[in-house]
Nanobody, 117 residues
Framework: QVQPVESGGGLVQAGGSLTLSCSVS?????????VAWYRQAPGKEREVIAT????????HYTDSVRGRFTINRNYHENRTFLRMNGLSVENTAVYYC?????????WGQGTQVTVSS
């Protein structure tokens, strides 16, 4: 069973940075797998914020994070990263990694990011 595993969340002051990581237990990223980072703030729906395709590295961002967040992949470590700069209190949320391989989507358990003012 493929299981994405997130790490790197925590408490950070407004204006600070964090880097989240997503690896896969029970498997590896392959070919045209698409890795997506979502977040869900308290009382809000889960929203996609960044995606990357494993093989060609094509990236997409939602408007609210473009220019501040960067998604990358590391073949050697077989993991993806989400670098988040310029964090604000509004970015407080649980951040989830999902991996889409073919028609199947696998979800991680999420990692909490809390931004203090």
């Amino acid at each position: 069973q493929v299981q994405p595993v997130e790490s790197g969340g925590g408490l950070v002051q407004a204006g600070g940075s964090l880097t989240l990581s997503c690896s896969v237990s029970g498997g590896t990223f392959v070919g045209d797998d698409m890795v997506a980072w979502y977040r869900q703030a308290p009382g809000k729906e889960r929203e996609v914020i960044a995606t990357i395709t494993w093989d060609d590295g094509s990236r997409h961002y939602t408007d609210s994070v473009r220019g501040r967040f960067t998604i990358n992949r590391n073949y050697h470590e077989n993991r993806t990263f989400l670098r988040m700069n310029g964090l604000s209190v509004e970015n407080t949320a649980v951040y989830y990694c999902s991996v889409k391989g073919g028609s199947v989507v696998y979800w991680g358990q999420g990692t909490q990011v809390t931004v203090s003012s």
